[in-house]
């Protein structure tokens, strides 16, 4: 598997390293990592440059993580990354909602690094 | 065990959530922190100089808190983020707000019917002790002491009937 740049979207600062060392723990080699506090500045990340990943919380302030998924579409390079929701809001129909707007996974939050593993590294199985 | 709907005609959170709220903390900091709660043996005083709250909204409606002293504040930053204390110093609020969302979010998801009922606020996160707060629940809070790293914490519910 290739170096990997992912962005991490959630409105805790705390949230988003625990998030990025998950993902170190599960082994996949991270070249860049870029933050967002919210699905609009999520946005704004990949208006530049595209990523090959992105995992997003849904409870955020100004722009949520359902929100984000629902406009992602728009942006010309998130076009085909794969987005893992990382949340609290473990409903069913959070996760039916999610997942019919393009979300690939979603993972409840407490979280271990083994769930993280689990769930993202089979979507980058293709990343060149 | 009591569901949401047996709640609204009741002036009291079930006795029966008690041990889904302490569940549901202990879970959160096994998992996110590596350390295991103890239960308080003996009564006392929670410092309360963080304060995190979530609200809850929808069917279950109310509010969660989670009380601690600033030196377990810092000291469950240092933990979720695996650096030093004072490192981690700057990160307080936000690790105790995101513990009390995580805890929210995994006691809900507990509850018979509830996960899909009941939305979560952003938390808010109060320091300082002389304040008060009073919440709209009109039932009385349904509390569970714990011991984190041989300081005593408190996480607690109210809900609307």
């Given at each position: 598997m290739k170096k990997i740049r992912a962005l991490i979207v959630d409105d805790s600062s705390v949230m988003r390293k625990i998030v990025e060392r998950s993902i170190r723990q599960a082994g996949i080699d991270l070249a860049e990592v870029r933050e967002a506090a919210n699905g609009a500045e999520g946005l704004g990340a990949l208006k530049d440059q595209g990523v090959d990943l992105i995992l997003c919380d849904i409870n955020?302030?100004?722009?949520?993580g359902l929100e984000f998924l629902r406009q992602l579409?728009?942006?010309?390079?998130?076009?085909g990354v794969p987005v893992v929701m990382i949340t609290t809001e473990g409903s069913e129909s959070h996760v039916v909602q999610a997942l019919s707007i393009g979300a690939r996974g979603y993972i409840r939050k407490p979280f271990t690094p083994e769930q993280v593993k689990e769930h993202v590294v089979p979507l980058l199985e293709n990343v060149k | 065990m009591k569901t949401a709907n047996e709640i609204t005609a009741s002036?009291?959170?079930?006795?029966?959530w008690m041990p889904l709220l302490e569940l549901a903390a202990r879970e959160v900091f096994e998992i996110m922190l590596g350390c295991k709660l103890e239960v308080q043996t003996a009564a006392g005083p929670v410092p309360g100089d963080f304060t995190a709250m979530v609200g809850l909204a929808g069917q279950l409606c109310g509010l969660l808190t989670l009380r601690c002293s600033a030196n377990s504040a810092a000291l469950m930053a240092s933990k979720m983020l695996g650096t030093d204390v004072k490192e981690a110093d700057p990160q307080m609020w936000d690790a105790v707000g995101e513990i009390a969302n995580m805890i929210a979010g995994n006691f809900k998801n507990k509850l018979t019917g509830m996960g899909d009922r009941c939305l979560l606020s952003v938390p808010t996160v109060i320091t300082g002790s002389d304040y008060s707060f009073r919440s709209m629940a009109d039932t009385g809070p349904l509390e569970v002491a714990l011991v984190f790293e041989g300081a005593p914490i408190s996480v607690a519910v109210e809900v609307h009937s």
């Open positions: 955020m302030p100004v722009m949520d579409h728009t942006v010309e390079n998130a076009k | 002036d009291k959170v079930p006795e029966s």
